[in-house]
């Protein structure tokens, strides 16, 4: 998801600050993106509920920052990245000029991507490390 929101974010600041025709290949990079988040938090809602880090005794997990983290400020932020992914990509659908529709999904997924990325860096993590 993260190499989709890199490539996804270069084609929409490329669009956007260059004055580019808004194309067919750019309108399927950033539904790919788009289908890949939405993937990606399918998953991530499974884990939650299967996670030995995901504590459902808000009194104890709210006492340890590891239990905390991954129980409620996790997945509250990567909802809120996908949510910002999937209102960048419907208001990008409604604009009528190419370059509006560039700088609709430079400016969303831009967020989507720093909240993404804030969250796993949180984490303790490094950004492509797979296990805890």
Do not use: C
Not at 2 to 23: C, D, E, P, Q, R
Not at 35 to 63: E, W
């Amino acid at each position: 998801m993260l190499i989709l929101m890199i490539s996804a974010l270069l084609v929409a600041f490329s669009g956007w600050l260059g004055n580019k025709a808004y194309t067919n290949s750019n309108r399927k990079m950033y539904l790919f993106t788009l289908i890949s988040a939405h993937i990606q938090l399918l998953l991530g809602l499974f884990l939650y509920f299967v996670s030995p880090n995901v504590n459902f005794d808000m009194a104890v997990s709210m006492k340890d920052s590891t239990l905390r983290y991954w129980t409620v400020e996790h997945i509250i932020m990567m909802i809120i990245a996908v949510v910002l992914i999937t209102i960048g990509h419907s208001k990008s659908k409604k604009k009528l000029n190419d370059i509006a529709k560039h700088k609709t999904v430079a400016v969303f997924y831009s967020l989507a991507f720093i909240i993404v990325i804030a969250a796993i860096l949180m984490s303790g993590r490094g950004l492509l490390t797979m296990t805890h």
